[in-house]
């Protein structure tokens, strides 16, 4: 049984973690509501451009001409992995589940026959998917946003994307991260980003009656200046949407980790009081019997 001095130092130890986690769940929740809107405030800009490369490309015919972030190379054989987590922890399982939907698509692509590349965005998801898929990581970055995170950070990530897809390095491109959803709730999402897919019909979305255009230049040109563009707003929301989810977790990991410590203080309270009273007690035995005796 512990003794009077180990439950009081396990007290006073647990009070300033309890201290520790409250500061950060506060700091998380300062962070989170900047992120949140940043996140929110780029996804019309998401959507409208991925509308407006799907009207550019519905009536395109596929040419040897055509830019290759939408006709794609050709050939599937290679897929490169965008994971994106974070590069600190203490977030309960944000990234634990980033990195599992990485392994399973792994997984699933191997057994296809096809090869596969990965590339780290965030210290965390390089460190996990390292131990069993050293030899498939191709480029990791670190620090991204640690301030907060900007157009820049994503157009470093694309140039990068752009360069591999240049020297052949793969031939497809899936995005594997955390939608934000809420302080409690991020969707883990895969996106495909080279070749460009069109946008999902939504049957509950009324459909726009589609005017007819004539585009000068043509269709082909104007995809070949945007579709980089998309690119990196593609990537750009994809880390904003990363960095508030991570927020929300850590500020919810930290608020059950806080609640916990209380927890665990009152427990400790408890057995500290009682094992008092039974000191107490004993030592009063031992005077009424000493007191007895004489």
């Known amino acids: 049984m512990p003794s009077l001095k180990d439950l009081k130092n396990r007290i006073a130890s647990v009070k300033s973690t309890r201290k520790i986690t409250s500061a950060m ?3 998380a929740a300062s962070k989170l509501r900047r992120a949140q809107e940043q996140a929110e405030a780029t996804r019309p800009y998401a959507e409208r451009m991925a509308r407006m490369l799907a009207s550019l490309s519905a009536n395109l ?7 290759k972030l939408i006709a794609g190379t050709g ?20 990234n634990g589940t ?7 698509q792994i ?3 191997r057994a296809e026959g096809k090869q596969v590349k990965i590339f780290c965005v965030g210290r965390k998801g390089r460190d996990l998917l390292r131990r069993e898929f050293a030899e498939s990581i191709v480029h990791s970055v670190q620090d991204i946003g640690r301030k907060r ?14 360069e591999l897809y240049e020297g052949g390095q793969f031939d497809t491109c899936r995005l594997v991260y955390n939608r934000f959803k809420s302080a409690i709730s991020q969707i883990t999402t895969v996106q495909q980003l080279i070749p460009a897919a069109p946008p999902a019909a939504n049957e509950n979305q009324p459909q726009e009656a589609v005017a007819p255009y004539e585009f000068e230049p043509g269709e082909e040109e104007i995809l070949a200046q945007i579709l980089p563009k998309n690119l990196a707003l593609q990537v750009f929301g994809a880390l904003l949407e990363s960095a508030a989810g ?10 059950n980790a806080t609640r916990n410590a209380g927890d665990m203080i009152n427990r400790l309270t408890l057995n500290y009081n009682r094992s008092r009273q039974a000191y107490i007690t004993k030592e009063l035995i031992e ?3 000493g007191a007895e005796a004489i």
């Open 246 to 255: 991570e927020q929300g977790a850590r500020m919810t990991a930290m608020d």
């Open 287 to 289: 005077i009424i019997s």
């Open 75 to 94: 050939k599937e054989d290679v897929c490169l992995l965008l994971v994106v987590t974070s590069d600190r922890g203490l977030c309960g399982g944000f």
């Open 25 to 27: 769940k506060m700091v």
């Open 107 to 109: 997984k699933q692509l």
């Open 61 to 67: 015919v596929l040419t040897d001409t055509s830019p």
């Open 149 to 162: 995170v900007g157009f820049g950070d994503a157009h470093g990530v694309t140039e990068k994307l752009l």
């Open 98 to 104: 980033v990195v599992r939907e990485a392994r399973r």
